[in-house]
């Protein structure tokens, strides 16, 4: 099984930033041939979108065209762990935001990976943008 576990969610101003981070452990996760790491998130009533992966190896990233300029992935291979840095968040960025691991290559066009792709998640951290 592989574990994973986000934290650094919030109560932010619009124009604010956070930093998430999302830790994955178990005792499966060094068998598993994950490709990428990724960010989710869902808003109330809305389904769950795809924001930004990173690949594992290469480091390569992904991104949402509206997180595009604002949002960074990056992480930390020898802490497995992977982050997401917002930047100019606004009120349409609340939402639930959940971690995945992603064990296949991204598409092409179009956003580069949908939900039902994610093998793992991660129980999402609460990210609020607020006046």
């Known amino acids: 099984q592989v574990q994973l576990v986000e934290s650094g969610g919030g109560l932010v101003r619009p124009g604010g930033s956070l930093r998430l981070s999302c830790a994955a452990s178990g005792r499966t996760f060094s068998n598993y041939a994950m490709y990428a790491m990724g960010w989710f998130r869902q808003a109330p009533g809305k389904e769950r979108e795809f924001v930004g992966a990173?690949?594992?190896?290469?480091?390569?990233?992904y991104y949402a065209d509206f997180v595009k300029g604002r949002f960074t992935i990056s992480r930390d291979s020898a802490k497995n762990t992977q982050y997401l840095q917002m930047n100019s968040l606004k009120p349409e960025d609340t939402a639930v935001y959940y971690c995945?691991?992603?064990?296949?290559?991204?598409?092409?066009?179009?956003?580069?990976?949908?939900?039902?792709?994610?093998?793992?998640w991660g129980q999402g951290t609460q990210v609020t943008v607020s006046s």
């Open positions: 995945a691991a992603l064990g296949t290559l991204p598409y092409s066009s179009g956003p580069a990976y949908n939900s039902n792709e994610a093998d793992y």
């Open positions: 990173i690949s594992w190896v290469g480091g390569n990233t």
